[in-house]
């Protein structure tokens, strides 16, 4: 059995995991109402990995005997006004996860919850390769996404992650 504290922040930890794919699913529809495909296809991407997260969480719930209580995930709630604003809501969006990982270890550490704080390790690790991938995306926007042809190689760039 998990301490109710720590079992409170992994259940909240899978809404807010749900409401980033929901956040880059929305994302990925403002690149794709704008013909960037390759950058629509990057987020819709990153909104499946997000959803790998939420399901991470479920599963360590249920595999320590806890129910999942399913809460309503929010409307996504940025205001999509420009393209490099769009990839700097993302990188901020990562450093609020971050945080909330942190906060979960913070929990898990005072209770001694080892097993926890070494499930956790996945996210600590998981969430540096996120903001790394938010900030190159906003370096790589800012380097190439002012010229239409160099703008162009770049969304065809994205469009292959898979
Ligand atoms: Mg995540």
Do not use: C
Not at 74 to 94: F, M, Q, R, S, Y
Not at 99 to 106: G, V
Not at 138 to 159: D, P, R, T, V, W
Request: no cysteine.
């Amino acid at each position: 059995m998990l301490n109710e504290k720590v079992k409170n922040l992994i259940n909240e930890q899978i809404n807010k995991e749900m409401y980033s794919a929901y956040l880059y699913l929305d994302f990925s529809n403002y690149f794709g109402g704008k013909g960037l495909s390759g950058f629509a296809k990057w987020y819709r991407h990153q909104a499946d990995e997000e959803m790998e997260h939420a399901f991470k969480f479920y599963d360590y719930l249920h595999d320590n005997g806890e129910k999942v209580e399913l809460l309503a995930i929010a409307k996504p709630d940025k205001k999509l006004t420009n393209d490099i604003e769009v990839l700097k809501e993302g990188l901020k969006h990562e450093q609020y996860v971050t945080s909330l990982i942190n906060t979960i270890y913070d929990a898990a550490f005072d209770v001694k919850d080892y097993r926890t704080m070494q499930f956790l390790d996945w996210f600590v690790k998981e969430q540096l390769e996120e903001e790394v991938n938010a900030e190159e995306l906003i370096n790589k926007y800012e380097l190439f996404g002012k010229n239409e042809a160099s703008l162009f190689e770049l969304n065809k760039e994205l469009g292959k992650r898979d």
